[in-house]
């Protein structure tokens, strides 16, 4: 990824915020707001204990990109490291299975989602604005999956089954 300035931290915006159900604007990879913003996220996930992805609507700003970072999540496989897209759409997934998902602006609860396990996305490099494809399984399908979700508009909850599937956060001490 290309080199991004230094970040500020945002606030996360919570449910039921509206900006949380609006899909994405597509965005210019190339524009000084953009390249910004996605320093923003980065600054802001990497602050964020336990944060594996962070889209544009959860700092309150209705765009098409999202930053992932899975590297040393237990339940990693395949680690592109830490990223932004913009723009980015599924090309292929496959192989979906039942997991536990939480999400930053879903503090008080985690939830049970079907997502595929093997997946193909293309997206936008912040900057450049070249293409790239990811191809990618386990954790960071998942976690992909998840960000580009909130750039259509929707979060973890609008995926789950029923109220069965929906579970209070624990907290460790």
Known sequence: ?????????????????????????????????????????????AVSPG????????????WRMFSVDVTGHPKTRTCHGEFVLCNAVIESATRKERGREGCMSVPDFTGDVARARRLVVRGQLPGTGEWVTIETDAFEAVALQHEID??????????????????????YL
């Open 1 to 45: 990824m290309p080199s991004l300035p230094v970040g500020r931290v945002l606030p996360v915006v919570q449910a039921p915020d509206p900006v949380l159900a609006t899909p994405g604007m597509a965005v210019d990879p190339t524009a000084p707001e953009v390249i910004t913003l996605a320093a923003d996220l980065l600054a802001t996930q």
């Open 150 to 171: 909130h750039t259509d508009g929707m979060i973890f909850l609008d995926r789950v089954a029923g109220p069965h599937a929906v579970h209070p956060r624990r907290t």
């Open 51 to 62: 944060c594996v992805g962070l889209a544009a609507q959860q700092v309150g700003i209705a």
